[in-house]
C-alpha cells in the first residue's frame, strides 16, 4: 500500500506544471487541503439534499426506492427471509445512541490506557458536538417518518436527517480518522477507516430497508456526518502539529524496514 502511494505520487510529481506545485507544498499542507475539500463537498451535499428535501423534491425517488425494498402484495413484508429481515435489525442496532456511547467509552479507555490523554478528550468533545449538532438538525427540519410503508421497528424522533445513519458517520469515522492519527503503519490506517465507513454504510442502509427512513434522509444523515468527522480529523491534525494533541505512535524498532508496512 505504501509503495502504492509513493509511485503515485512519484508519477505526479513528474507532470510539468502539477509536479512542480506538489514538490512547493508540504505533506501536511495536502493533507489540510484534501481533508478541507472534502469536507466542503460533504457539507455542500447535504445542504442541497437538505434544499431538494424542503422544496418536497424528492418525494418520487424516496417513495421508489422504498416501494422497491417490500414485496408488492405487501408493503409490510421486507424483501428477503425473515432471517435477513433480523439481520438489518441487529445491524441498524450499531447505529443505536446505546451501542455508540458504549463504543466511544471504549476508546476513550484505550487511548487513556496508551497515555493519550489530549486524544482522548478530542474524540469526547468531537462525539459530544455532533451528537448535538444532529439533534438539532432533526428539530430544525421537522421532517415527518414515512408513512407509505409500516415500520420495521419503533421510532420516536424526526426524520431528516437519519439520526442513525448521522451519529453512526459521526462516531465511526471520527474514531476512524482519530485513531487512524495515532497508528503510524499505513495498512492499520487503511484498515481502520475501512472498517467505520463500511459500518457507517450498512447503519444507513438498515434504516432505509426497515422502512423508518426515507433515503434521502440517510444519504443527509452520511453526508453531514463525514464532513464533521472530516473537520475533527482537520483539527487532530492541526493540534499535533502545535503540539497540543499526542503525534502519531512511532514504529517499533526494525519495523521500518519490513515491507506493506
Avoid at 228 to 237: F, T, V
Amino acid at each position: 500500500m505504501t509503495s502504492l502511494v509513493t509511485r503515485g505520487r512519484r508519477r505526479l510529481e513528474s507532470l510539468p506544471v502539477i509536479g512542480r506545485l506538489l514538490a512547493s507544498v508540504s505533506h501536511m499542507e495536502r493533507m489540510t487541503l484534501a481533508t478541507l475539500a472534502f469536507a466542503a463537498c460533504a457539507l455542500y451535499a447535504f445542504v442541497r439534499i437538505a434544499d431538494e428535501v424542503m422544496d418536497h423534491e424528492t418525494g418520487s425517488l424516496d417513495r421508489g426506492i422504498l416501494l422497491a425494498l417490500r414485496d408488492p402484495n405487501n408493503l409490510s413484508d421486507p424483501l428477503g427471509p425473515p432471517w435477513f429481515e433480523e439481520m438489518m435489525r441487529d445491524f441498524t442496532a450499531l447505529g443505536s445512541t446505546g451501542v455508540l456511547t458504549l463504543l466511544t467509552v471504549v476508546v476513550l479507555l484505550f487511548l487513556l490506557m496508551t497515555r493519550k490523554r489530549h486524544a482522548a478528550l478530542l474524540v469526547a468533545l468531537a462525539v459530544a458536538g455532533g451528537t448535538l449538532l444532529s439533534q438539532a438538525m432533526k428539530w430544525g427540519f421537522d421532517r415527518p417518518r414515512p408513512d407509505l410503508v409500516p415500520h420495521g421497528m419503533a421510532v420516536y424522533t424526526q426524520s431528516f436527517p437519519s439520526g442513525h445513519a448521522m451519529l453512526s458517520a459521526i462516531v465511526y469515522l471520527t474514531l476512524g480518522a482519530l485513531l487512524a492519527r495515532t497508528q503510524a503503519r499505513t495498512r492499520v490506517k487503511v484498515f481502520l477507516l475501512c472498517v467505520a465507513a463500511a459500518l457507517t454504510v450498512i447503519v444507513g442502509v438498515s434504516r432505509i430497508y426497515l422502512g423508518v427512513h426515507w433515503p434521502t434522509d440517510v444519504l443527509g444523515g452520511w453526508m453531514l456526518g463525514a464532513g464533521w468527522a472530516a473537520l475533527c480529523w482537520l483539527l487532530m491534525l492541526w493540534l499535533q502539529g502545535k503540539g497540543d494533541v499526542e503525534p502519531e505512535s512511532s514504529l517499533p524498532p526494525g519495523d521500518e524496514a519490513v515491507p506493506g508496512r
